[in-house]
């Protein structure tokens, strides 16, 4: 059912991905801007809109290099003669535009304002997301709408002892809670298009975007999401990505100078995406070679599930038994492109890696989490030298202990940045059906459902543990965001300068109820090892989320 499922869906796509393309989106862009240093060494962006050869439009930065003034020459006498200073716009008073992304790395932001893209807004701040850096999980910690099903749309749902169809779960849209409180989100059929005809797709989506931002024009905050984003840094490389971001920055000049100045804008990304091109992980192939038997249901001693839907560098695997787990580490540790697999274990986290083996330990409840690193046989995170220093420090207590910010602060820069709460946490907390196995591969290799490779090239992708997939950025025309942010912590960071409260309405989980009591049989026994389901309500994971995510 679930192979008639992809074959269904891939004939849907295909088709409506033909007729699509034919009729690419035409947004409406700002032109290019001119920059020049005045006599008195303001820098100063030089627009033509009327497009007769003179400027009637311009924008003064500040010492920073953001946008200051807008100055408009209405009457094209040459004089700039209508003038609004940002720094008299009350953000609680100005309309305001928050525009969320997926799949964007800080560093291509931050390369693109220092270019002099951007100047709209601050510099951007780095936001270090959760892991697995995938979407779902890392939105639904931004708006605080609880705890997804699964790590992506197809998962194993202990509560029914089967895995979940991730077609029929994606195409259902029945988990996409924290998407309620947006004004646009692409459809369903466009966003699986999207990961063949990005380009194309991206400026539909621009296009479509702003005309929902128009019909909306007596409300005074907008939100509007860019998925194609996600497939331009997957199918692109990150100079032709680069040339699509240049758009999305005239767009959002067109829609500040359509609105004479009088607007704010904040933007954000839910993780990053590293570029670095993509070689296959044979995962599935390397358990069944090593003679566990690869299932949809764990019944009997051998069965492990592997979900593969998206093309990403994370990995999952549930185990029907302790015996089970030690197998497939024994036989996955030695694949190139595995940069660390983790577990449950004595109800602490083991990490491994070729560098060796150590355990994350967590004392305390939510909100006072401490966490402690302790070696077994070698680094594989590669944080013992932090560790030393934050000893000396007296971060540490006694037996070697530290609140989450304190990790956060300490490891935020490393190549894995923040893991030690990062790992412990997918394996807890992140989603309600944790996996025994969590896997992070290297940049440059990729783990999901291979059909897709057909019809697509990436060139990078997300979803591991390293800098570039996990780091995204937060930036804002109405203040400049802290240095580093978590999910958890852009809604309050917002509310520090501008009331903003989304409107996500509470989640419907009768579907969930009927749907396991429509199965045909009786569930197969559950995983025997340690279960890290929440009992915490939850959001799932977003149904209509295009494959690659």
């Known amino acids: 059912m679930q192979r008639l499922g992809r074959v269904v869906l891939s004939i849907v796509i295909l088709g409506a991905g033909f007729s699509f393309f034919g009729c690419a989106g035409k947004p409406r862009l700002a032109p290019l801007a001119q920059t020049r240093t005045e006599q008195d060494q303001r820098q100063v962006r030089l627009f033509d809109f009327r497009g007769d050869g003179k400027p009637d439009y311009r924008e003064v930065l500040d010492a920073a290099g953001q946008v200051r003034y807008h100055e408009f020459d209405r009457d094209g006498d040459g004089t700039f003669e209508q003038v609004v200073d940002r720094a008299t716009l009350d953000p609680n008073k100005t309309k305001h535009l928050f525009i969320l992304l997926d799949g964007v790395p800080w560093s291509l932001i931050d390369q693109m304002w220092q270019e002099g893209y951007f100047r709209m807004f601050s510099r951007p701040g780095k936001m270090v997301s959760i892991f697995p850096s995938l979407t779902d999980p890392a939105y639904d910690q931004i708006f605080h709408c609880g705890v997804p099903y699964g790590y992506e749309a197809e998962f194993y749902d202990r509560a029914t002892g089967r895995k979940i169809d991730g077609v029929n779960f994606y195409l259902s849209q029945k988990n996409e809670a924290w998407a309620a409180g947006l004004d646009y989100r692409i459809s369903t059929i466009e966003d699986a298009v999207m990961y063949l005809w990005?380009?194309?797709?991206?400026?539909?989506?621009?296009?479509?975007?702003?005309?929902?931002?128009?019909?909306?024009?007596?409300?005074?905050?907008?939100?509007?999401?860019?998925?194609?984003?996600?497939?331009?840094?997957?199918?692109?490389?990150?100079?032709?990505?680069?040339?699509?971001?240049?758009?999305?920055?005239?767009?959002?000049?067109?829609?500040?100078?359509?609105?004479?100045?009088?607007?704010?804008?904040?933007?954000?990304?839910?993780?990053g995406n590293n570029f670095s091109g993509c070689q296959f992980v044979p995962v599935q192939e390397t358990l069944r070679a090593s003679g566990l038997r690869l299932t949809d249901r764990l019944k009997r001693p051998g069965d492990v599930v592997a979900p593969q839907f998206g093309l990403i560098n994370f990995a999952s695997v549930f185990c029907y038994s302790e015996a089970e787990r030690q197998r497939a580490v024994s036989a996955l540790m030695p694949l190139k492109g595995i940069d660390l697999i983790a577990w449950r274990a004595d109800?602490?986290?083991?990490?491994?890696?070729?560098?060796?083996?150590?355990?994350?330990?967590?004392?305390?409840?939510?909100?006072?989490?401490?966490?402690?690193?302790?070696?077994?046989?070698?680094?594989?995170?590669?944080?013992?030298?932090?560790?030393?220093?934050?000893?000396?420090q007296g971060l540490l207590d006694e037996e070697g202990f530290a609140g989450e910010d304190a990790w956060f602060r300490?490891?935020?820069?490393?190549?894995?940045?923040?893991?030690?709460?990062?790992?412990?946490?997918?394996?807890?907390?992140?989603?309600?059906?944790?996996?025994?196995?969590?896997?992070?591969?290297?940049?440059?290799?990729?783990?999901?459902?291979?059909?897709?490779?057909?019809?697509?090239?990436?060139?990078?992708?997300?979803?591991?543990?390293?800098?570039?997939?996990?780091?995204?950025?937060?930036?804002?025309?109405?203040?400049?965001?802290?240095?580093?942010?978590?999910?958890?912590?852009?809604?309050?960071?917002?509310?520090?300068?501008?009331?903003?409260?989304?409107?996500?309405?509470?989640?419907?989980?009768?579907?969930?109820?009927?749907?396991?009591?429509?199965?045909?049989?009786?569930?197969g026994a559950p995983a025997r090892i340690e279960s890290a389901s929440s009992s915490q309500p939850s959001s799932s994971q977003p149904a209509a989320q295009a494959a690659i995510r």
Request: aromatic share 10%; charged share 20%; proline share 6%.
């Open 198 to 271: 990005p380009g194309g797709v991206f400026r539909r989506e621009l296009e479509a975007a702003r005309k929902a931002y128009d019909r909306l024009g007596s409300k005074d905050q907008v939100v509007l999401y860019i998925l194609s984003t996600d497939g331009i840094c997957h199918m692109y490389s990150r100079e032709k990505a680069r040339e699509h971001f240049v758009l999305l920055d005239r767009w959002i000049e067109q829609i500040v100078y359509d609105a004479g100045g009088q607007l704010q804008v904040t933007m954000f990304a839910d993780h």
């Open 347 to 392: 109800g602490d986290v083991r990490v491994a890696n070729r560098q060796g083996t150590a355990r994350i330990v967590r004392r305390g409840g939510e909100g006072e989490s401490r966490f402690a690193y302790q070696a077994i046989d070698g680094d594989p995170l590669g944080v013992l030298p932090v560790v030393s220093r934050m000893q000396q």
């Open 410 to 523: 300490a490891t935020c820069e490393m190549p894995m940045p923040v893991a030690v709460p990062r790992v412990y946490r997918a394996l807890h907390s992140n989603v309600i059906n944790s996996s025994d196995l969590v896997i992070s591969m290297a940049d440059g290799y990729f783990y999901g459902d291979k059909s897709w490779t057909k019809w697509v090239t990436l060139h990078g992708t997300h979803g591991g543990l390293s800098y570039e997939s996990t780091v995204s950025f937060l930036m804002s025309s109405a203040f400049q965001p802290p240095a580093y942010t978590r999910p958890h912590e852009i809604l309050s960071t917002i509310n520090q300068h501008v009331a903003w409260t989304p409107h996500i309405p509470d989640v419907d989980y009768a579907w969930l109820d009927q749907y396991r009591q429509q199965q045909p049989d009786k569930p």
